[in-house]
């Protein structure tokens, strides 16, 4: 077995750390949702690490990054919210403490892309500080409330006009995920974020995650097939959950921005489903990861030229 694959095998031990007993979960040396090996590898540790403290409500935990060296756009907004909703499900800030990556290049996009300030001990007073300090990382649960500041944030970094149809995108993915992503009554429709933009490639990056039903489920009614399957169909423009056509644009908006424009892509992560986008005249590319994300990863990669 090469030494990227993975053997679908994770054990957990238990430490004493900083003078208590934690379960440490160490993850891997790429951080990344979509890849076949390294998302696989991502989605079960944090799967287990949930598991672990909400569902069997287990002894605190130690988040260990020190292999960690190459941390991606989506692989850090999963973590996050991973161990955000750790944090907010056990209403206890210290309820995971996290060891930094060792190398060193890790180490420091791990400090100034803003990822630690997000993911250290705090619940929603840390979220709530986020958007004040104007974090790259953000978690909101209201589109009216929310909308506005990431999109000034987002033109804070921009020296050009933020494209229109990526506002809609955002606007739309914040609008499903209150009204379809989380169907119990009385849930935090929460989402969280991470944007930025790569002075070098001129693209800006925005990725947005929810930890609701998936998109899979939400058709499972409607459509039989893979979560792959599934979340194709719910990308093609009229197809809707409701049944109702009026209601039939939301994914198809989301996808708008990148379409006839092979310098734009969407990767969708939802259940074990993968969706990319990234050619108009290439065929979308479709696989199954060998672990299930609960809930929906949302990832635009735009093509901002020469004018940011």
Known sequence: MREDEWDGVRSFDSIEFQGETRRKFTFEKKLCAYDKN?????????NEMENHLIQNEGIPVVVDLSDVKKITACGATVLFSSISLCQLETSNSFIIKVIPPTDSYAQSLFRRSGL??????????????LWDVKS???????????????????????????????????????NNIVRH???????????????????????LVFCIADRGIGIPLSFKNIEQGSATKLISHAMIKGNTSTLKPYRG?????????VVKDIKHKLIIVSENGVYKYVDPD?????????SSFKGTLLAWEFDIGNHS
């Open 136 to 174: 790259n990382f953000q978690s909101g649960n209201d589109p009216d409330r929310h909308l506005d500041p990431t999109l000034e944030i987002l033109q804070e970094n921009l020296n050009c006009k933020f494209p229109d149809k990526l506002k809609e995108a955002i606007n739309e993915a914040y």
């Open 249 to 257: 644009k939301g994914s198809w908006t989301m996808q708008k921005p």
């Open 282 to 290: 290439k065929e979308l590319e479709l696989y199954s990861l060998g």
């Open 38 to 46: 390294a998302g696989s590898q991502l989605i079960s540790t944090i």
């Open 116 to 129: 630690w300030d997000a993911i250290r001990p705090g619940t929603l007073r840390k979220l709530d500080k």
């Open 181 to 203: 992503a989380y169907p119990k009554e009385g849930s935090d429709t929460r989402w969280w974020q991470y944007s930025y933009i790569n002075r070098e490639t001129n693209k």
